[in-house]
């Protein structure tokens, strides 16, 4: 797939009123060539009366096919390229859902048709703290499929995600990925204005055996995310792997016994070697495109670091895969503050793109069964590091606990644990 991103996610009123005018020129040229063609045929026939053939009728049919033919190429270009919007929710029964009514808007202009599944998660956390939905993410995924199954594979696919940040990553990766398909980021209102989202590709190639990412596109001014490793004075060999792109809360190490850090983010100040940036500058993933030689201005119109998403999804991808790598059989913790589009793209990539080690060990073919997400709770949670159970090839609610409390792993007493012996 060829990495673009497009600033713009509705249309503008010239676009519609062109695709309008197109629609009109199709049947009206339909209608000429129609009436041409009766009177070609009037002179093709044997007709005593007249001796000749009228050439500016031929003249009129040849251009009225032209134009029909050049209509109706130009229309399926048309649809071809605006596609159908899957808008994907679940999210807590104690959220609001503040997207879908922008997302509608927005599409009846530049999508040729919207599909919503979605489901509301009203799982509590058990007394471990850990909420169990694997099963109704599965469910959320087949709906997806089968919907797009269903779709013309001939238009585009566009996916607009409103979920939770570890569901996110659960469905990415369950995702079929169809040649052409777009992440599409919200739509925001400023004031009576509807302000776009950005709309990008994952920018990956295909390999033998999986996909390599590409480094993808950059913003104008653009700011460097890095990747930073630590070790942490802590007993157990857990790992924790952490993302600092959007505005929330940190996530302090210490409610977990983590050994190895690796941290994804737009340091604030300098950082010495093996150390993690205390502070990080609040980085803007949510943008128009901006103009040559401006850098991006934020939703609110401060001026932040400016990273594209798909170089993010990048980097923090590679984070989860060396955490995976470099530390068989250690649980690996994750708390992301990043947007839902770029949550979903390191999804898929755990699935499909192949690491840079290479590695065909079962720690890194199979991810879940040591990573562990984590969010702040929802609603009567709020405040609680929660552990979500996202994929049904994660352990049980139990195991997951008790790699998260211990920061280690013991396969006889998780073998009990799972049994119900403990």
């Known amino acids: 797939m060829t990495p673009r991103s497009r600033g713009s996610f509705g249309a503008s009123p010239w676009s519609r009123r062109r695709g309008l005018l197109l629609d009109l020129g199709i049947v009206v040229a339909g209608a000429v060539l129609t009436a041409a063609f009766s009177l070609v045929i009037e002179d093709a026939l044997p007709n005593h009366s007249a001796d000749r053939v009228v050439v500016v009728r031929w003249l009129v049919v040849l251009v009225a096919a032209l134009l029909l033919l050049g209509g109706l190429w130009l229309r399926r270009r048309r ?3 605006r596609g159908t919007l899957y808008y994907v929710r679940a999210l807590d029964a ?6 879908l009514s922008s997302f509608q808007q927005a599409s009846k202009n530049a999508h040729s048709d919207i599909r919503v599944v979605t489901r509301w998660l009203t799982r509590r956390p058990d007394a471990d703290g850990v909420i169990d939905v694997a099963d109704e993410i599965a469910s959320l995924g087949r709906d997806l499929e089968q919907t797009m199954n269903e779709d013309d594979v001939s238009t585009a696919f566009n996916l607009a995600p409103n979920l939770l940040n570890p569901v996110a990553l659960a469905v990415g990766y369950d995702l079929f990925w169809w040649p052409g398909s777009r992440l599409e980021e919200a739509p925001t209102h400023d004031g009576s204005r509807l302000r776009p989202g950005l709309s990008w590709e994952i920018p990956s190639r295909p390999l033998d055996h999986g996909y390599a990412l590409d480094e993808g596109p950059r913003f104008p001014r653009e700011e460097q995310l890095e990747l930073f490793i630590g070790e942490e004075a802590a007993a157990g060999e857990a790992c924790l792997v952490t993302a600092r792109l959007t505005p929330g809360r940190d996530f302090h190490a210490a409610k977990v016994p983590v050994r190895y850090r690796y941290d ?8 010495e070697a093996g150390q993690i940036p205390r502070l990080s500058r609040p980085v803007s ?9 401006q850098g991006p201005v934020s939703l609110d119109g401060t001026r932040q670091a400016a990273v594209h998403p798909a170089r993010a999804a990048g980097l923090i991808l590679r984070a989860v895969q060396q955490a995976l790598h470099e530390h068989h059989g250690s649980p690996v913790l994750l708390y992301f ?12 990539g755990l699935a499909n793109v192949v690491s840079e080690h290479g590695c065909l060990d079962e720690a890194c073919l199979y991810p879940w069964n040591r990573l562990i997400p984590l969010l ?20 049980t609610p139990q195991v997951m606990a008790h790699r998260a409390r211990t920061g280690d792993t013991d396969p006889g007493l998780e073998r009990e644990l799972s049994a119900g012996g403990v």
Request: with cysteine; glycine share 14%.
């Open 79 to 81: 649809l071809a390229g």
């Open 94 to 99: 104690a959220m609001g859902d503040g997207h």
């Open 285 to 293: 993933v949510q943008t128009q495109a901006p103009q040559p030689g």
């Open 337 to 348: 503050r990043v947007p839902k589009t770029v949550q979903v793209a390191i999804g898929w």
């Open 376 to 395: 702040y709770g929802q609603g009567a949670d709020a405040g609680q590091v929660l552990i979500h159970r996202v994929h049904r090839s994660q352990p």
């Open 264 to 271: 994804v983010c737009v340091p604030d100040q300098a950082v």
